[in-house]
């Protein structure tokens, strides 16, 4: 993923698909296209063709700005010794199936 | 041991169906001819979907094709003996679609044509007085929109485009555009299917097709040319000599093979 891509290569979008209703847009690949409408198009043809989805959203790959993966350690790692960060105290009612 | 070929029924229910069924089944012969060689690998899995969506609904109007032959007196008829049985004479597609591919431009305006036909006509379909064919309409018509947004959308940009793709999509337009008259020709099958209310005269679908064709051409900046005496005739039977090599490639395997299933 250059930052210029070469004049006659078509810029790359990331492909984010909708499960269904009240589902989050999940990240699920990437693709080719001149603009954006296209490229919602062609979403629909390799991303969706399986009935996976019921919305498409696509970002220009260069737009995306990301964390540096030398960052990794100190970004992230001091999170896994901070149990009390996360909600697992509590005792969640029988009905509540899907947390 | 050769599988003998069928004759079908000359019911114009039955050959309205025949049109439509053996104009999808031969356009997704075409389209399947890009799979591996489209010009990016987006488009490919593109046409190869559309191809598929097409052998869909063919399956769907032949199969319907001859269960009306049995249910007017004639023989019984399966999709497959309906696809793989038939000489070229009783294959009753568009000339149009049977052309060669051409280059991706050819191939998007004659799907831009084509698709925005269909989508006409299964929208009139879906009030069919024959239930089982307004139900396959209501799926299909879904299907010919977004083939028809598909291939629009190239015409515009490649008959808008460089030089190069503007000089291509008007050479593919002056070269199909003869052939696209055979859609809208009256026959007595049309008038008949109509008078059955199976489905609308296709010729009652041109006024409405030209004007959404034209506004497309003119966003392409093209023009659209005279229209010219010339009529093929492939809906009656009579074909252009590209028929008979799609269908010996198609029908190859079950004519050699008998039943052949994997």
């Known amino acids: 993923m250059s930052a210029a891509p070469s004049p006659n290569e078509w810029p790359l979008w990331e492909v984010f698909v909708r499960s269904k209703a009240g589902l989050d847009h999940k990240h699920c690949g990437s693709l080719h296209a001149a603009d954006a409408p296209m490229a919602i198009q062609l979403a629909r043809d390799v991303y969706t063709r399986r009935q996976e989805g019921t919305s498409v959203w696509v970002v220009r790959s260069d737009q995306i700005t990301a964390s540096d993966p030398g960052d990794k350690a100190a970004y992230f790692d001091p999170m896994a010794d901070k149990v009390y960060r996360h909600p697992t105290f509590y005792e969640l009612p029988k009905s509540l199936d899907h947390m | ?262």
């Open chain 2, 1 to 262: 041991m050769t599988q003998a070929s069928i004759a079908v029924s000359p019911d114009a229910s039955v050959q309205y169906l025949l049109r439509i069924g053996d104009t999808c089944l031969i356009l997704a012969q075409r389209l399947a001819e890009w799979c591996g060689h489209a010009p990016v690998v987006e488009e490919d899995i593109a046409l190869s979907n559309m191809a598929l969506d097409l052998i869909g609904q063919a399956r769907a109007v032949l199969t319907r094709a001859g269960q009306l032959e049995a249910e007017r007196g004639g023989e019984h008829h399966d999709e497959d003996q309906l696809a793989f049985l038939r000489d070229e004479r009783d294959f009753r597609n568009l000339t149009l679609v049977e052309l060669p591919r051409g280059d991706f431009a050819v191939t998007m305006l004659r799907n831009f044509a084509v698709a925005s036909f269909l989508e006409l006509l299964w929208q009139r379909l879906e009030s069919s007085s024959d239930s089982e064919l307004a139900g396959i309409a209501g799926k299909a018509v879904k299907e010919a929109r977004y083939h028809r947004e598909h291939a629009a959308d190239w015409v515009v940009r490649l008959g808008d485009g460089t030089t190069e793709s503007a000089a291509r999509m008007k050479a593919a337009l002056d070269g199909l555009w003869p052939y696209v008259a055979e859609i809208f020709e009256a026959d007595t099958v049309d008038e008949l299917a109509a008078a059955a209310r199976i489905g609308p005269r296709w010729a009652d679908l041109r006024d409405e097709w030209r004007a959404r064709f034209e506004s497309v051409i003119g966003a392409a900046s093209l023009t659209l040319p005279a229209d010219r005496p010339f009529r093929s005739t492939g809906k009656s039977g009579r074909h252009s000599e590209h028929l008979g090599y799609i269908l010996a490639e198609m029908q190859h395997l079950q004519r050699s093979f008998p039943g052949g299933v994997w």
